[in-house]
């Protein structure tokens, strides 16, 4: 079946580095893939997406990447601070009817 | 901030009772979608609907029905509920989950406590 896979490991990493978050998909070729915030108690929020024939997106301090070869598109936030502490999701559309699918989710910490 | 409204935000009741969460959004979407969420789980599509008096079962199954009579209403309705319905509800709308590629706009969930 069609599956997204997130690391569901939180990540702890400190003020200042770079957090960088894996989604692995598997049984399809996604012609998009989004990325959420979500905070606890609240519904996603969307922030980037990016396209099958795109290798990388930027936004302020966000970075996507998308590895068709690899089949996995990677999150980056640089320069993290203790308010980007949240759970990031990665979405696609399926190939049956383009139902948005979500993988789990990653929790991210960011120590002060 | 996204147009989507669910309420209630949080609901607590017995076994048995039959129960209407609802949906709205204003920004005209044509696509809805219903989503359950555990606690640190993933969010498994529901229901969804790609225009008024269209819907489907999504992906996981679910004993909730929905409806689509207005295009900016899209209510999920439990006729009994039970403490398996326990859960996180999110409800999401959008012009194209397609290869159209546009984002979800969900709207803050309805915490469901069934005793």
């Known amino acids: 079946s069609q599956k997204i896979e997130q690391n569901s490991e939180a990540l702890n990493i400190q003020e200042g580095k770079t957090a960088t978050l894996t989604c692995n998909y598997t049984n399809y070729s996604p012609a998009y893939l989004q990325w959420y915030r979500q905070d606890p108690g609240r519904g996603p929020v969307f922030l980037l997406l990016?396209?099958?024939?795109?290798k990388e997106k930027r936004k302020e301090r966000l970075k996507v990447t998308f590895d068709t070869t690899l089949k996995q598109s990677l999150f980056h936030i640089t320069a993290s601070q203790p308010a980007d502490s949240a759970t990031y999701l990665c979405?696609?559309?399926?190939?049956?009817?383009?139902?948005?699918?979500f993988g789990q989710g990653t929790e991210l910490s960011v120590k002060p | 901030e996204a147009d989507i409204y669910q309420t209630p935000r949080y609901l607590v009741i017995g076994t048995g009772k039959k129960i209407t969460l609802e949906c709205s959004q204003t920004m005209g979407h044509d696509k809805m979608y219903w989503y359950q969420q555990d606690p640190g789980m993933e969010l498994h599509l529901i229901h969804y609907s790609y225009g008024v008096n269209s819907t489907e079962k999504g992906d996981l199954s679910s004993e909730s029905t929905v409806s689509r009579i207005r295009t900016e209403h899209f209510p999920l309705t439990l006729e009994s509920a039970r403490p398996s319905h326990t859960s996180q509800y999110l409800c999401?709308?959008?012009?194209?989950?397609?290869?159209?590629?546009?984002?979800?706009?969900f709207g803050q969930g309805t915490r469901l406590t069934v005793v």
């Open positions: 990016i396209r099958e024939n795109e």
């Open positions: 999401a709308s959008s012009e194209d989950l397609g290869t159209g590629g546009r984002e979800a706009f």
């Open positions: 979405a696609s559309p399926n190939n049956q009817g383009g139902k948005l699918i």
